[in-house]
C-alpha cells in the first residue's frame, strides 16, 4: 500500500510564495507519474502540473511561468513551487502519483488560501 502526503499549505497574501511538497511512503513499489491538482469550492479538480520519472514537466496554462514542480526519486518526493499567487489560485492542491503499471494515489489535500 502506498500513503501519500502532501505538507505547505496555508495562508498567503496575493503575490507571495508558497512551496507544497509530497511524500509517497509504502514499499515495493516504483513511482511513474507525479503530479499536482487543485479543485476550488464549486469547481471540478483540475490539473495544476505533472512532472515524469525523466524530468519532463507539464503546466496549466494559467500557472505557466507562476509555479514550478519538481520531484526527489530518492525520496520519492515531489514538490510545487508557487510563485506571484492569485486569489484565483486558492484551492484545496492534491498530489497524485502513480506506480507502475498505473495505479493511481491520491493524498488527502492541502488548502492553500490566497487572500489580503
Known amino acids: 500500500q502506498v500513503q501519500v502526503v502532501e505538507s505547505g499549505g496555508g495562508l498567503v497574501q496575493p503575490g507571495g510564495s508558497l512551496r507544497l511538497s509530497c511524500a509517497a511512503a509504502?514499499?515495493?513499489?516504483?513511482?511513474?507519474?507525479m503530479g499536482w491538482y487543485r479543485q476550488a469550492p464549486g469547481k471540478q479538480r483540475e490539473l495544476v502540473a505533472t512532472?515524469?520519472?525523466?524530468?519532463?514537466?507539464d503546466y496549466d496554462e494559467s500557472v505557466k511561468g507562476r509555479f514550478t514542480i519538481s520531484r526527489d526519486n530518492a525520496k520519492n518526493t515531489v514538490y510545487l513551487q508557487m510563485n506571484w499567487l492569485k486569489p484565483e489560485d486558492t484551492a484545496v492542491y492534491y498530489c497524485?502519483?502513480?506506480?507502475?503499471?498505473?495505479?493511481?494515489?491520491w493524498g488527502r489535500g492541502t488548502q492553500v488560501t490566497v487572500s489580503s
Open positions: 497524485n502519483i502513480y506506480t507502475y503499471p498505473g495505479n493511481p494515489y
Open positions: 509504502g514499499s515495493g513499489f516504483s513511482i511513474t507519474d
Open positions: 512532472v515524469s520519472r525523466g524530468g519532463r514537466t
